[in-house]
């Protein structure tokens, strides 16, 4: 059976990814109470205690306008820790699996960004999170890289969660609505995760595509595209479907009337066509996963 490292599975995309995971073989599964992703000796303890075939890097520094104050913690964790990941990737002969961001681009395009496109990150995370993808393409490890976009789930800390905390608080939310991108449920990230590799060989799965040939760079994130306000609005409609359910207005404003520490890209909208070419793997649109997620939600898996 094929041995799985995952790290990062406290996360919003590692917890799924221990569900979706665990079919494809023994599944270890740490998060940050079993290793810090910063202290680069220690993951390099970690990571050799033993023989893996495939690592999963579901870890990241996250918090966009922290990074920008913690610019070494932020890099340690997003371009350091990938990179040692990736040298015991290639000496155990192992896949690595690493998630990228759509923080990576400016935000210029006006369609969606595919894997070509040259990333042209606005700050620390962006920049950060670009440094771990190439430190990994330079690597030879054999790779999938996933870039995602507008990460949410039940657990966590994301946007969705702070959205219905200030419903609960507030008759009206502002939010920022010059800002486009797709929201994306981490299951569906971890579905899609799983249905890729379940096409791959690695360890002891015989049977599969080659990752010399399949390997790389891929977008996974959901279909359509809107602005935080809209995605804002939609989170407040499906939560007052509920008797006595707090129902604020959402009023949109520019970018301009909420500064943050860091730049976000004004468009941000990550093409699928890639990953439904290789692997036949096409998430679904954004409004889609936000109902079944409310649909978990409301079955109090929450």
């Known amino acids: 059976m094929s041995r799985i490292l995952l790290l990062g599975a406290g996360g919003q995309v590692g917890f799924e990814l221990r569900r979706t995971l665990s079919p494809l073989g023994s599944l270890t599964a740490l998060g940050r109470q079993h290793v810090d992703l910063a202290d680069a000796d220690a993951l390099r303890v970690c990571v050799c205690a033993d023989r893996y075939d495939l690592i ?60 070509e496109d040259v990333p042209t990150p606005l700050g620390v995370y962006g920049h950060t999170k670009r440094e771990g993808d190439r430190a990994i393409e330079a690597s030879g490890a054999r790779h999938l890289i996933f870039r995602t976009s507008w990460v949410y789930g039940n657990r966590g800390r994301n946007f969705l969660l702070t959205i219905l905390r200030l419903a609960r608080e507030r008759p009206e939310l502002k939010v920022v609505d010059d800002q486009i991108g797709a929201p994306t449920w981490s299951r569906m990230i971890a579905e899609a995760t799983a249905a890729v590799l379940a096409q791959c060989r690695f360890g002891s799965r015989g049977v599969g595509r080659d990752m010399e040939e399949v390997g790389g760079l891929y977008n996974v994130a959901a279909g359509g595209q809107t602005s935080w306000a809209g995605f804002a609005a939609s989170i407040v409609e499906h939560a007052g479907t509920s008797p006595g359910a707090p129902r604020p207005r959402v009023t949109p404003i520019p970018t301009s009337e909420y500064p943050l520490p860091a730049a976000r890209p004004a468009y941000s909208v990550l093409s699928q066509e890639k990953l439904d070419r290789v692997f036949g793997v096409r998430l679904p649109g954004w409004a889609q996963s936000l109902e079944d997620c409310f649909a978990e939600r409301s079955q109090g898996f929450a």
């Open 56 to 115: 999963v890097n579901a870890a990241a520094f996250t918090a966009v306008d922290r990074a920008e104050q913690e610019p070494e913690t932020a890099r340690a964790i997003n371009a350091q820790a990938p990179a040692i990941l990736a040298e015991a990737a290639v000496r155990q002969k192992a896949v690595l699996v690493h998630f990228s961001t759509d923080y990576v681009f400016d935000g210029r395009a006006r369609r969606p960004y595919v894997e």
